[in-house]
């Protein structure tokens, strides 16, 4: 028998006992689907997680001076960070310092809860801010101290509606301040601890604002995120020479945590692709099961067949083929649903779907384990078939 008519005689064999077929084939859809769905959510968090990282900006090193430091009598200033800057040109573009600390703000009738961040007049450039209303913070503003505030979009819907609030004037913490700029909002859905519940000041008003003179968060800009590792360093040892230890400050990049959450999710991925597989083990036994149960039904004529004088390795191939079909239709099945599935999650979960020219890997791994597995599980029934005597096959009712 050539390997035409034994893949002809699988799908006859498959069609003939159409919901046999299903229900064996049925773990193998759970398990390819499963595969597939929980590892296109990790990748689409890695996704989600990867684009709200570069809207924050790739090539930012946040400086955290901690008590460790301050408790010994050594601290690190503004000047200090932006002289290493200068000293640095070829590594650093920007800084600026960040002071902050929680605020309730008023307008009329209207408050809300929320944070105000103490910034200098780069910031909002450095972190891809956009102002769509007015003007953002200046040097002048800086030197001034000037009581004004840039403001995000959950602000703004809070206090004033639809009410434009550029020129408005807002209490913050019982202090007037003028609103100057609105900021273009970061999300669709603007809401409390978002991205556009932001308020910005002048730096050198929060430090009074919120009662702490010593700035002890820095927001250095390296000139790229290919001199990300560079700037690292000499920040780190600018900080080590300063503090004698380590043990004063964090050094975090935006390159480092990338590759933390990263290292996480592949990790992840991993584990839940594994959970899931179990699910094809399962349906690999139950097709072993099926087909054992198909050799003991087709005894009769796998003794007709070897008694005119068809070979061991014709027996084999036949039952191994008709496993491994089973196997592959469940697993194109399996493929669809788990596609089709990912997607339909994501969006529930309003995370980025995975591009399907992404998912070549995990859809190409899934349908070659589903069909290791159809042939593996398929060999104790095709060898039992095989080794049937002809003369007790024929006895067979």
Request: charged residues 20%.
């Amino acid at each position: 028998m050539n390997i035409g008519m034994a893949f002809k005689m699988a799908i006859n064999s498959v069609l003939s006992a159409k919901v046999r077929s299903l229900l064996t084939m049925l773990g193998i859809i759970i398990g390819v689907a499963s595969v597939i769905v929980l590892v296109n959510l990790v990748n689409s968090a890695s996704i989600t997680m990867r684009s709200e990282l570069e809207s924050i900006g790739t090539n930012l090193i946040s400086v955290q001076i901690t008590r460790g430091g301050w408790g010994r009598g050594r601290s690190v200033s503004l000047d200090d960070i932006e002289e290493l800057t200068e000293k640095n040109a070829d590594l650093f573009s920007a800084v600026s310092p960040i002071v902050s600390g929680g605020a309730t703000v008023k307008y009329g009738t209207n408050n809300v809860n929320s944070s105000v961040t103490g910034v200098n007049e780069t910031y909002m450039t450095a972190r891809n801010y956009e102002v769509i209303e007015g003007r953002a913070l200046t040097e002048t503003d800086m030197e001034n101290r000037a009581n004004v505030v840039v403001i995000g979009e959950y602000i703004r819907s809070e206090l004033f509606g639809d009410e434009s609030p550029v020129g408005q004037t807002v209490k913050i913490n019982n202090e007037k301040f003028t609103v100057i700029g609105l900021l273009k909002p970061k999300s669709s859905n603007s809401s409390a601890g978002g991205d556009d519940d932001i308020m910005m000041i002048p730096y050198s008003r929060a430090t009074r604002l919120v009662r702490n003179a010593n700035i002890t968060n820095f927001m250095v800009v390296a000139i790229s995120s290919d001199y990300m590792t560079e700037a690292t360093e000499a920040i780190e040892d600018f900080l080590y020479k300063k503090f004698k230890s380590d043990d004063g400050y964090m050094v975090i990049n935006t390159a480092e945590i990338m590759d933390t959450i990263d290292e996480a999710l592949g990790a992840m991925a991993l584990l839940m692709a594994g959970i899931a597989g179990i699910s094809l083990l399962v349906g690999g036994i139950g097709i072993m099961n099926i087909m054992l149960v198909t050799v003991s039904e087709r005894t009769r004529e796998i003794g007709i067949r070897k008694s005119i004088g068809a070979k061991r390795r014709s027996i084999i191939s036949q039952f191994l083929i008709e496993s491994a079909v089973i196997s592959c239709i469940g697993g194109i099945i399996g493929i669809c649903v788990g596609v089709g599935g990912s997607y339909l999650v994501c969006k529930a979960l309003d995370m980025d779907a995975v591009p399907l020219s992404e998912q070549g890997t995990v859809i190409i791994g899934s349908f070659a384990f589903s069909a290791l597995i159809g042939i593996f599980f398929g060999l104790y029934p095709a060898n039992k078939a095989a080794k049937l005597n002809p003369i007790d096959a024929l006895r067979n009712d």
